[in-house]
């Protein structure tokens, strides 16, 4: 049976029929959830008496019914908690990387999905954590779907068919076409534990697909996870480097170095003689590389092929002589700031 929690359900009914969900109780200071007091209470009625946020609850207890996802305590911790300087760590991931670009629709996920593969086929152990909550697309471009498995109280990440580890907002809900429609923190806390209370096993790398832009989402993923460097994904046809120019201040002002910047879309090559067709204008890598101090990691070819593959569910399966390079230079540029498999760089 499904119960539809509004304010007037009881506390009893949820907690009986939603195992767990006491934690959401307890994050909005309701520790009574799981005793015999509740039983008598409908959700408004513990609000009222604990003066809490009646919204903010219903909404954690339907997303927590949705995904499993426990947010962040709501109320004002006793004791102060560290400020941010405190980065998240998980001990099993040698190094995390995370992709952002300026704007969405730039082949970012996609750009993250060939960064994890070109490395897992160099035989690396690579995961990828989907921080796109509102618009989670990494799964589906691995083929990956079902519900994550949850063990000891932690989620399990799907592996793909190569054995890259995903996990993603979409792998927790019910149906994967719900949209995701979460206040700020709600968005940060899963984040937060997506890094830290997935059983991830041993990667040396984790790449982060970062949502579009500079808000609230990047800032956290920044601040609070330990990574050690940025891919700037940029196209031609935007106005590349005011966009990028955002990302890279973030990436500043937070002291996350740029590795590499991966312009998308760069050309179209042409089936009749093989030229490279640049649709999209020319080329704003040097530009891009002259902004950052960075350098260019690949041009990717706008290529119809790989849009099927990505369709079907098998990124891992395209090949190119772009993704090789690609693959080559950021092994390159791995090593020359320190961050290779064994080497943790300090940051
Ligand atoms: N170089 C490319 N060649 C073909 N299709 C691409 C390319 N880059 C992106 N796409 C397609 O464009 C769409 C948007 O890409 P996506 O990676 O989801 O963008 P973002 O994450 O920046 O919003 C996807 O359907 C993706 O498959
Ligand atoms: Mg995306």
């Not at 949502?211 to 590349?240: M, W, Y």
């Not at 009749?272 to 990717?300: K, M, T």
């Not at 099927?308 to 090949?319: K, M, S």
Request: with cysteine; glycine share 10%.
């Amino acid at each position: 049976m499904v119960v539809q929690i509004t304010p007037l359900t009881k506390i009893q009914d949820v907690v009986e029929r939603y195992p767990g969900i006491q934690a959401v109780f307890r994050a909005h200071g309701l520790p009574c959830a799981s005793c015999h007091v509740a039983a008598y209470e409908t959700i408004a009625a513990g609000v009222a008496l604990h003066q809490l946020n009646l919204g903010l609850l219903i909404e954690d207890l339907t997303a927590f019914v949705q995904t499993g996802i426990v947010p962040e305590m709501r109320i004002k911790p006793r004791a102060k908690r560290p400020l941010s300087g405190g980065k998240l760590s998980a001990p099993s991931i040698q190094h995390v990387i995370a992709v952002m670009s300026g704007k969405g629709g730039v082949g970012k996920s996609l750009v993250t999905g060939l960064l994890a593969t070109a490395l897992r086929r160099g035989g690396l152990r690579t995961g990828i954590l989907d921080a796109d909550i509102t618009g989670p697309s990494i799964p589906k471009m691995f083929g990956v779907s079902g519900k994550a498995e949850l063990r000891e109280r932690r989620f399990l990440p799907q592996l793909s068919s190569t054995g890259i580890a995903i996990m993603s907002i979409s792998l927790l809900m019910d149906n994967e076409r719900d949209a995701v429609i979460w206040r700020g923190p709600m968005v940060t806390g899963a984040i937060q534990q997506f890094f830290c209370e997935v059983e991830w096993g041993d990667l040396d790398y984790l790449f982060v697909d970062l949502p579009p832009g500079t808000s609230d989402a990047p800032l956290t993923v920044l601040q609070r996870l330990p990574v050690e460097g940025v891919v700037i994904v940029s196209t031609p046809q935007q106005l590349a480097v005011s966009v990028v120019t955002k990302a890279l201040k973030l990436a500043q002002r937070l002291q996350t170095p740029v590795l590499g910047i991966v312009e998308n879309m760069a050309y179209v090559l042409n089936p009749v003689d093989g030229s490279r067709l640049e649709v999209f204008g020319p080329s704003q890598g040097p530009a891009l590389v002259a902004e950052s101090g960075a350098p260019l990691l690949a041009r990717l070819p706008l290529d119809p092929s790989l849009t099927a593959r990505v369709d079907r569910g098998e990124i891992e399966q395209y090949h190119s002589p772009d993704l090789s390079e690609l693959e080559q230079h950021l092994l390159e540029q791995l090593k020359a700031v320190g961050s290779e498999v064994g080497v943790s760089l300090e940051v």
